[in-house]
């Protein structure tokens, strides 16, 4: 198989994902009435959903840009572990290596590392390609569903719950992976406590914060 | 929300995100990472998810119609259907159209 079709074949999980939830962020986006471009823009620069869905959030309380910095670093810190196992296959692919790291995803990074090593003729283009065609699929389902919004100028009253169930689908996962409730205790303590301060407009921020130096102190050795 | 804020917020979360997708390859090149970083890896996420989803719930009233009854029964439907099925598109789905519906028959 050629390196561009194996890559089509790696990439169709991703789109049947990436798809739906990128017309669900773009339709959110659009019924809280922000213009369905802002949609495509976020989606093509930035590419990191779960940020841009909290981004959604921060929005709609005019978030001060360092919270939203802020916040998207912590969300995003896990992407600095990625690359760790990436370091090898990533050598050697010359100029795309700056796109291939921008395009880091959670989802990128599951294919990319799972993949076997191939040679090295082949290597470069068919990651370049998944990366590129995820992308695609990323921003092409943003921008459907934010166009999707705007048509249908019907005020939907309660969709907006699909953020929620979608940080609650993903908080499950998260606990199936660590099997621990640590982190789930510190963020409902962390979480009271900031919403008690008189602080509304860097609520997230002072949680996650709150919590950060919690899960510090709370640090066995052997964690 | 003016033009401006949007995209000077989307150009923040662009570097700050390019950022930590480069960090491994700026700086940790040979060494492995202290263990304390590591530990924050697992941590964090698990704990901003649940965040992320008390912040989405931080405007609830309890104590005005509907009380919060939509947010409860739809939060369990999730919970319920995830582990159930296993598949976010569906969970997600039937607990927004149970809001939904909740919502229009309690009265917002």
Redesign the interface.
């Known amino acids: 198989m050629s390196p561009l079709k194996k890559a089509f074949v790696s990439s169709l999980p991703v789109l049947f994902g990436y798809v739906p939830l990128g017309i669900a962020y773009g339709f959110l986006l659009s019924q809280s009435g922000i213009p369905w471009y802002f949609a495509g823009l976020a989606s093509i620069i930035v590419f990191a959903g779960a940020a841009q869905f909290l981004a959604l959030g921060l929005w709609s309380n005019l978030a001060p840009l360092p919270e939203i910095a802020a916040a998207t670093l912590l969300l995003n810190l896990r992407h600095a572990f990625f690359g760790l196992s990436l370091l090898k296959k990533f050598s050697n692919t010359g100029k795309a290596k700056a796109y291939l790291i921008f395009a880091l995803t959670d989802e990128n990074y599951a294919l990319l590392s799972s993949q076997e090593e191939m040679e090295e003729g082949q290597k470069k283009r068919y990651y370049l390609t998944l990366s590129l065609l995820n992308h695609f699929y990323w921003s092409a389902g943003s921008v459907l569903g934010a166009l999707l919004g705007a048509v249908l100028k019907i005020n939907l009253v309660g969709l907006d719950f699909a953020l929620t169930a979608l940080f609650i689908v993903l908080a499950l996962e998260q606990y199936k992976k660590i099997k621990k409730l640590k982190p789930f205790v510190i963020a409902i303590i962390s979480g009271v406590f900031a919403f008690l301060l008189p602080f509304k407009q860097i609520l997230l921020l002072l949680a996650i914060s709150t919590g950060t130096i919690l899960l510090l102190l709370t640090r066995r050795r052997e964690e | ?1 003016s ?1 401006t ?10 570097v ?10 700026l700086f ?2 040979r060494k492995k ?1 202290p263990a ?23 405007d609830i009233k309890p104590l005005a119609k509907p009380y919060g009854i ?2 409860a029964a ?2 369990i439907l ?2 319920l259907v ?2 159930w099925k296993s598949n ?2 569906v ?2 789905a039937a ?2 159209v149970l ?2 519906v ?3 028959l309690l009265g ?1």
């Open positions: 929300m033009s804020y949007l995209i000077l917020s989307i150009l923040v979360m662009a700050v995100t390019f950022f930590t997708r480069a960090f491994p390859f940790f090149i990472p304390v970083l590591l530990y924050l890896e697992r941590m964090l996420p698990p704990m901003i998810m649940l965040l992320l989803v008390l912040y989405s719930l931080k939509p947010e739809a939060i999730v919970v995830h582990r976010t598109f969970s997600i607990g927004t809001y939904m909740l919502r229009n917002a």
